[in-house]
Protein backbone atom coordinates (compact mmCIF):
# COMPACT_ATOMS: atom_id res chain seq x y z
CA UNK A 1 0.00 0.00 0.00
CA UNK A 2 1.46 3.65 -1.44
CA UNK A 3 1.33 6.27 1.05
CA UNK A 4 -0.91 8.26 -0.17
CA UNK A 5 -3.63 5.79 0.18
CA UNK A 6 -2.42 4.75 3.88
CA UNK A 7 -2.86 8.33 4.50
CA UNK A 8 -6.50 8.84 3.55
CA UNK A 9 -6.81 5.22 5.09
CA UNK A 10 -6.34 7.16 8.49
CA UNK A 11 -8.13 10.41 7.63
CA UNK A 12 -10.80 8.10 6.99
CA UNK A 13 -10.33 6.34 10.25
CA UNK A 14 -10.32 9.03 12.48
CA UNK A 15 -13.81 10.38 11.28
CA UNK A 16 -15.40 7.30 11.04
CA UNK A 17 -14.65 5.92 14.73
CA UNK A 18 -15.46 9.36 15.58
CA UNK A 19 -18.92 9.92 13.69
CA UNK A 20 -19.94 6.09 14.47
CA UNK A 21 -19.69 6.35 18.27
CA UNK A 22 -21.58 10.07 18.41
CA UNK A 23 -24.39 8.06 16.57
CA UNK A 24 -24.44 5.07 19.25
CA UNK A 25 -24.20 7.18 21.66
CA UNK A 26 -27.39 9.30 20.42
CA UNK A 27 -29.42 6.51 19.63
CA UNK A 28 -28.58 4.81 23.23
CA UNK A 29 -29.33 7.40 25.09
CA UNK A 30 -32.85 8.09 23.31
CA UNK A 31 -33.42 3.67 23.93
CA UNK A 32 -32.32 4.50 27.79
CA UNK A 33 -34.98 7.42 28.11
CA UNK A 34 -37.85 5.72 26.50
CA UNK A 35 -36.99 2.71 29.05
CA UNK A 36 -36.07 4.05 32.38
CA UNK A 37 -39.74 5.06 33.01
CA UNK A 38 -40.56 1.43 32.67
CA UNK A 39 -38.06 0.36 34.55
CA UNK A 40 -38.59 2.66 37.43
CA UNK A 41 -41.88 1.55 37.64
CA UNK A 42 -41.63 -1.99 38.01
CA UNK A 43 -38.99 -1.55 39.91
CA UNK A 44 -36.21 -3.19 38.18
CA UNK A 45 -32.33 -2.57 38.59
CA UNK A 46 -30.29 -0.57 36.80
CA UNK A 47 -28.52 -3.25 35.56
CA UNK A 48 -31.11 -4.65 33.43
CA UNK A 49 -31.54 -1.86 31.94
CA UNK A 50 -27.67 -1.85 31.14
CA UNK A 51 -27.32 -5.25 29.74
CA UNK A 52 -30.45 -4.69 27.80
CA UNK A 53 -28.57 -1.43 25.71
CA UNK A 54 -25.71 -3.83 25.58
CA UNK A 55 -27.22 -6.52 23.57
CA UNK A 56 -28.49 -3.32 21.82
CA UNK A 57 -25.19 -1.53 20.98
CA UNK A 58 -24.02 -3.87 18.55
CA UNK A 59 -27.26 -3.94 16.59
CA UNK A 60 -26.88 -0.24 16.47
CA UNK A 61 -23.47 -0.19 15.58
CA UNK A 62 -24.42 -1.96 12.17
CA UNK A 63 -27.57 -0.11 11.83
CA UNK A 64 -25.49 3.34 11.28
CA UNK A 65 -22.96 1.91 10.02
CA UNK A 66 -23.39 3.19 6.57
CA UNK A 67 -24.25 6.45 7.61
CA UNK A 68 -21.00 6.85 9.24
CA UNK A 69 -19.23 6.05 6.29
CA UNK A 70 -20.30 8.56 4.50
CA UNK A 71 -20.09 11.00 7.02
CA UNK A 72 -16.54 9.88 7.37
CA UNK A 73 -15.78 9.70 3.33
CA UNK A 74 -16.96 13.70 2.97
CA UNK A 75 -16.00 15.21 5.61
CA UNK A 76 -12.15 13.71 5.38
CA UNK A 77 -11.83 14.77 2.18
CA UNK A 78 -13.37 18.01 3.27
CA UNK A 79 -10.64 17.82 5.90
CA UNK A 80 -8.36 17.07 3.35
CA UNK A 81 -9.91 20.10 1.14
CA UNK A 82 -9.37 22.49 3.58
CA UNK A 83 -5.63 21.79 4.04
CA UNK A 84 -5.41 21.87 0.45
CA UNK A 85 -4.23 18.27 0.64
CA UNK A 86 -6.12 17.49 -2.49
CA UNK A 87 -4.76 20.00 -4.23
CA UNK A 88 -1.49 18.78 -3.26
CA UNK A 89 -2.21 15.70 -4.29
CA UNK A 90 -3.67 16.68 -7.87
CA UNK A 91 -0.46 18.74 -8.14
CA UNK A 92 1.76 15.73 -7.88
CA UNK A 93 0.00 14.22 -10.73
CA UNK A 94 -2.40 12.20 -8.71
CA UNK A 95 -5.87 11.66 -10.35
CA UNK A 96 -9.37 12.02 -8.37
CA UNK A 97 -9.84 8.47 -9.56
CA UNK A 98 -6.98 7.41 -7.24
CA UNK A 99 -8.22 9.44 -4.31
CA UNK A 100 -11.41 7.45 -4.82
CA UNK A 101 -10.06 4.04 -4.35
CA UNK A 102 -9.15 3.73 -1.13
CA UNK A 103 -12.67 5.08 -0.20
CA UNK A 104 -14.14 2.16 -2.91
CA UNK A 105 -11.89 -0.50 -1.28
CA UNK A 106 -13.20 0.77 2.55
CA UNK A 107 -17.05 0.67 1.24
CA UNK A 108 -16.56 -3.03 -0.01
CA UNK A 109 -15.05 -3.99 3.26
CA UNK A 110 -17.82 -2.47 5.25
CA UNK A 111 -20.37 -3.44 3.20
CA UNK A 112 -19.02 -7.56 3.30
CA UNK A 113 -19.43 -6.43 7.20
CA UNK A 114 -22.89 -5.07 7.41
CA UNK A 115 -23.89 -8.25 5.46
CA UNK A 116 -22.00 -10.37 8.49
CA UNK A 117 -23.31 -8.08 10.95
CA UNK A 118 -27.21 -8.69 9.74
CA UNK A 119 -26.82 -12.04 9.69
CA UNK A 120 -24.69 -13.11 12.70
CA UNK A 121 -24.39 -10.75 15.15
CA UNK A 122 -27.89 -8.79 15.28
CA UNK A 123 -30.61 -11.74 14.95
CA UNK A 124 -29.56 -13.38 17.97
CA UNK A 125 -29.12 -10.18 20.16
CA UNK A 126 -32.30 -8.33 19.04
CA UNK A 127 -33.69 -11.48 19.64
CA UNK A 128 -32.45 -12.13 23.19
CA UNK A 129 -32.68 -7.95 24.20
CA UNK A 130 -36.82 -8.60 23.71
CA UNK A 131 -37.12 -11.48 25.63
CA UNK A 132 -34.91 -10.12 28.49
CA UNK A 133 -37.27 -7.07 28.37
CA UNK A 134 -39.95 -9.07 28.44
CA UNK A 135 -39.10 -11.75 31.00
CA UNK A 136 -37.12 -9.70 33.60
CA UNK A 137 -38.91 -6.00 33.34
CA UNK A 138 -42.35 -7.02 32.17
CA UNK A 139 -42.49 -9.64 34.12
CA UNK A 140 -43.79 -11.82 30.98
CA UNK A 141 -43.59 -15.64 31.57
CA UNK A 142 -42.69 -16.83 27.80
CA UNK A 143 -44.92 -19.68 26.39
CA UNK A 144 -44.59 -19.77 22.79
CA UNK A 145 -41.89 -20.37 20.93
CA UNK A 146 -40.92 -20.10 17.26
CA UNK A 147 -40.01 -23.60 15.83
CA UNK A 148 -40.58 -25.57 12.13
CA UNK A 149 -41.67 -22.04 10.74
CA UNK A 150 -44.51 -22.09 13.18
CA UNK A 151 -45.38 -20.29 16.98
CA UNK A 152 -46.08 -23.14 18.58
CA UNK A 153 -47.72 -23.23 22.23
CA UNK A 154 -49.08 -25.30 25.13
CA UNK A 155 -51.62 -24.57 27.85
CA UNK A 156 -54.33 -26.09 29.47
CA UNK A 157 -53.88 -29.54 27.49
CA UNK A 158 -54.07 -27.91 24.79
CA UNK A 159 -51.37 -27.37 21.64
CA UNK A 160 -51.44 -24.22 19.57
CA UNK A 161 -49.80 -23.44 16.28
CA UNK A 162 -50.12 -20.42 14.58
CA UNK A 163 -48.83 -19.88 11.14
CA UNK A 164 -48.23 -15.90 11.62
CA UNK A 165 -48.92 -13.80 13.79
CA UNK A 166 -49.61 -9.74 13.06
CA UNK A 167 -50.58 -7.15 15.47
CA UNK A 168 -54.27 -7.86 15.43
CA UNK A 169 -54.62 -11.42 14.22
CA UNK A 170 -53.64 -14.86 13.74
CA UNK A 171 -53.20 -15.74 10.25
CA UNK A 172 -53.42 -19.96 10.08
CA UNK A 173 -54.56 -21.35 13.76
CA UNK A 174 -54.65 -24.89 14.58
CA UNK A 175 -55.85 -26.13 17.96
CA UNK A 176 -54.93 -29.45 19.01
CA UNK A 177 -57.62 -30.62 21.69
CA UNK A 178 -54.73 -33.69 23.52
CA UNK A 179 -57.26 -35.80 26.06
CA UNK A 180 -55.10 -38.09 28.50
CA UNK A 181 -53.09 -40.46 27.74
CA UNK A 182 -51.69 -37.57 24.66
CA UNK A 183 -54.46 -38.39 22.36
CA UNK A 184 -55.74 -35.81 19.63
CA UNK A 185 -59.52 -35.86 20.11
CA UNK A 186 -60.24 -32.71 18.46
CA UNK A 187 -58.79 -30.65 15.93
CA UNK A 188 -59.76 -26.44 14.95
CA UNK A 189 -58.14 -25.12 12.11
CA UNK A 190 -58.89 -21.28 11.39
CA UNK A 191 -58.05 -18.99 8.42
CA UNK A 192 -57.98 -16.32 10.45
CA UNK A 193 -58.25 -15.45 14.42
CA UNK A 194 -59.17 -12.15 15.55
CA UNK A 195 -58.46 -11.22 19.75
CA UNK A 196 -61.45 -9.14 20.40
CA UNK A 197 -61.90 -7.93 24.45
CA UNK A 198 -60.67 -11.92 25.85
CA UNK A 199 -62.77 -13.73 23.49
CA UNK A 200 -61.26 -15.66 20.07
CA UNK A 201 -63.05 -14.80 16.86
CA UNK A 202 -61.93 -17.29 14.57
CA UNK A 203 -63.20 -17.24 10.62
CA UNK A 204 -62.98 -19.78 7.83
CA UNK A 205 -63.30 -22.66 10.72
CA UNK A 206 -62.84 -26.73 10.24
CA UNK A 207 -63.62 -28.61 12.70
CA UNK A 208 -62.41 -32.85 12.87
CA UNK A 209 -63.57 -34.80 15.74
CA UNK A 210 -61.45 -37.63 16.29
CA UNK A 211 -63.46 -40.52 17.40
CA UNK A 212 -63.42 -44.44 17.27
CA UNK A 213 -65.86 -44.70 15.27
CA UNK A 214 -64.10 -42.45 12.54
CA UNK A 215 -63.15 -38.56 12.06
CA UNK A 216 -66.25 -36.15 11.84
CA UNK A 217 -65.39 -32.99 9.95
CA UNK A 218 -67.74 -29.94 10.32
CA UNK A 219 -67.33 -26.22 8.50
CA UNK A 220 -67.91 -22.96 9.95
CA UNK A 221 -67.65 -19.36 8.67
CA UNK A 222 -67.16 -17.99 12.01
CA UNK A 223 -67.14 -19.04 15.76
CA UNK A 224 -66.45 -17.33 18.95
CA UNK A 225 -64.02 -19.00 21.45
CA UNK A 226 -62.76 -18.52 25.12
CA UNK A 227 -59.45 -19.89 25.40
CA UNK A 228 -56.30 -19.93 27.79
CA UNK A 229 -54.49 -18.08 25.61
CA UNK A 230 -54.61 -14.30 24.69
CA UNK A 231 -52.85 -12.48 21.50
CA UNK A 232 -49.99 -11.42 23.49
CA UNK A 233 -48.74 -15.42 24.44
CA UNK A 234 -48.25 -15.56 20.49
CA UNK A 235 -46.60 -12.50 19.79
CA UNK A 236 -44.44 -13.43 21.90
CA UNK A 237 -43.20 -16.20 20.45
CA UNK A 238 -43.05 -14.81 16.79
CA UNK A 239 -39.71 -13.76 15.39
CA UNK A 240 -39.46 -10.57 14.04
CA UNK A 241 -38.05 -10.27 10.59
CA UNK A 242 -34.43 -8.59 12.46
CA UNK A 243 -34.42 -11.41 14.54
CA UNK A 244 -33.93 -14.43 12.05
CA UNK A 245 -30.99 -15.49 10.27
CA UNK A 246 -31.31 -15.98 6.35
CA UNK A 247 -31.65 -19.54 6.66
CA UNK A 248 -34.73 -19.29 8.85
CA UNK A 249 -36.03 -15.94 7.01
CA UNK A 250 -35.52 -18.15 4.00
CA UNK A 251 -37.42 -20.98 5.08
CA UNK A 252 -40.46 -18.80 6.55
CA UNK A 253 -40.88 -16.92 3.35
CA UNK A 254 -41.06 -19.86 1.56
CA UNK A 255 -43.51 -21.56 3.77
CA UNK A 256 -46.02 -18.73 3.95
CA UNK A 257 -46.05 -17.98 0.47
CA UNK A 258 -46.93 -21.41 -0.28
CA UNK A 259 -49.59 -21.49 2.17
CA UNK A 260 -50.93 -18.19 0.34
CA UNK A 261 -50.42 -16.22 3.60
CA UNK A 262 -50.06 -12.16 3.41
CA UNK A 263 -46.11 -12.01 4.19
CA UNK A 264 -44.96 -8.61 2.49
CA UNK A 265 -43.30 -7.80 5.93
CA UNK A 266 -40.81 -10.67 5.73
CA UNK A 267 -40.68 -10.98 2.17
CA UNK A 268 -39.41 -7.46 2.11
CA UNK A 269 -36.95 -7.99 4.98
CA UNK A 270 -35.70 -10.89 2.85
CA UNK A 271 -34.77 -8.52 -0.26
CA UNK A 272 -33.74 -6.33 2.83
CA UNK A 273 -30.91 -8.66 4.28
CA UNK A 274 -29.25 -8.64 0.62
CA UNK A 275 -29.67 -4.48 -0.56
CA UNK A 276 -29.05 -2.82 2.76
CA UNK A 277 -25.56 -4.12 3.35
CA UNK A 278 -24.35 -2.47 -0.45
CA UNK A 279 -25.42 1.20 1.42
CA UNK A 280 -21.76 1.79 2.68
CA UNK A 281 -20.86 1.21 -1.09
CA UNK A 282 -23.45 3.54 -3.42
CA UNK A 283 -23.15 6.20 -0.39
CA UNK A 284 -19.49 6.49 -0.67
CA UNK A 285 -20.05 6.28 -4.73
CA UNK A 286 -21.85 9.54 -4.39
CA UNK A 287 -20.21 11.22 -1.34
CA UNK A 288 -16.45 10.77 -2.99
CA UNK A 289 -17.13 12.73 -6.18
CA UNK A 290 -19.68 15.48 -4.37
CA UNK A 291 -17.16 15.97 -2.21
CA UNK A 292 -14.33 16.34 -4.47
CA UNK A 293 -16.64 18.97 -6.66
CA UNK A 294 -17.28 20.60 -3.24
CA UNK A 295 -13.84 21.00 -2.48
CA UNK A 296 -13.16 22.92 -5.91
CA UNK A 297 -16.45 25.47 -5.68
CA UNK A 298 -16.10 26.00 -1.63
CA UNK A 299 -12.27 25.68 -1.10
CA UNK A 300 -13.51 23.15 1.15
CA UNK A 301 -14.98 24.62 4.10
CA UNK A 302 -15.84 22.56 6.90
CA UNK A 303 -19.84 23.54 7.31
CA UNK A 304 -20.46 22.60 3.75
CA UNK A 305 -19.17 19.27 3.58
CA UNK A 306 -21.08 18.69 7.32
CA UNK A 307 -23.99 19.91 5.83
CA UNK A 308 -23.52 17.74 2.57
CA UNK A 309 -23.29 14.41 4.10
CA UNK A 310 -25.97 15.66 5.93
CA UNK A 311 -28.19 16.24 3.32
CA UNK A 312 -27.05 12.81 1.28
CA UNK A 313 -27.59 10.71 4.24
CA UNK A 314 -31.00 11.73 5.04
CA UNK A 315 -32.46 12.05 1.50
CA UNK A 316 -31.10 8.44 1.41
CA UNK A 317 -32.86 7.16 5.00
CA UNK A 318 -36.11 9.14 3.63
CA UNK A 319 -36.09 7.33 0.26
CA UNK A 320 -35.61 3.69 2.06
CA UNK A 321 -37.82 4.21 4.51
CA UNK A 322 -40.76 5.84 1.90
CA UNK A 323 -39.45 2.48 -0.52
CA UNK A 324 -40.47 0.44 2.44
CA UNK A 325 -43.27 1.88 3.33
CA UNK A 326 -44.97 1.36 -0.24
CA UNK A 327 -43.68 -2.22 -0.30
CA UNK A 328 -45.92 -2.79 2.80
CA UNK A 329 -48.39 -1.00 1.65
CA UNK A 330 -48.87 -3.36 -1.41
CA UNK A 331 -47.69 -0.35 -3.81
CA UNK A 332 -45.07 -1.74 -4.73
CA UNK A 333 -43.11 -5.27 -5.42
CA UNK A 334 -41.52 -6.42 -2.43
CA UNK A 335 -38.31 -7.01 -4.53
CA UNK A 336 -38.47 -3.27 -5.39
CA UNK A 337 -39.16 -2.12 -2.50
CA UNK A 338 -35.93 -3.13 -0.82
CA UNK A 339 -33.45 -2.97 -3.56
CA UNK A 340 -35.37 0.51 -5.25
CA UNK A 341 -33.16 2.76 -3.09
CA UNK A 342 -30.11 0.83 -3.77
CA UNK A 343 -30.83 0.68 -7.57
CA UNK A 344 -31.67 4.57 -7.87
CA UNK A 345 -28.43 6.10 -5.33
CA UNK A 346 -25.88 2.89 -7.03
CA UNK A 347 -27.92 4.91 -10.60
CA UNK A 348 -26.67 8.45 -9.19
CA UNK A 349 -23.27 7.34 -8.25
CA UNK A 350 -21.96 5.55 -11.42
CA UNK A 351 -23.22 9.24 -13.40
CA UNK A 352 -21.40 10.95 -10.66
CA UNK A 353 -18.34 9.15 -10.91
CA UNK A 354 -18.21 9.95 -14.55
CA UNK A 355 -16.75 13.55 -13.48
CA UNK A 356 -14.08 12.40 -11.82
CA UNK A 357 -10.99 12.14 -13.57
CA UNK A 358 -9.26 8.92 -14.11
Do not use: C
Not at 147 to 163: D, M, Q
Not at 188 to 201: S, T, V
Request: glycine share 8%; net charge positive; charged share 25%.
Amino acid sequence: MKIIEKYIFKEFLKVFLFSLLTFVIIFLSIEALERIETIIEKGVSVKVLGLFLGMKLPVFLFQFLPFSVLVATIISIGIMSKRKEILAMKISGISDYRIFLPYLAVAIFFSFLSFIGSEFVSPPLKEQSEILWDTKVKGLKKKASFEAERVWLKENGLIFNAKMVREKEIQGLTVLFIGDPWKIYKRIDAERALWKEGIWELKGVKISQFEPSGITISKLNVINLKLPVSLEDFTQGMKEPEEMRFKELYRYVREIMKEGLEGRDYLIAFYLRFSYPLSPLVLVMIGVPLSLLLGKRREGRMPQSIALSAFVGALYYVTLTFSLTLGKGGILYPWLSAWGPIILFGTMGFYLLESIKH
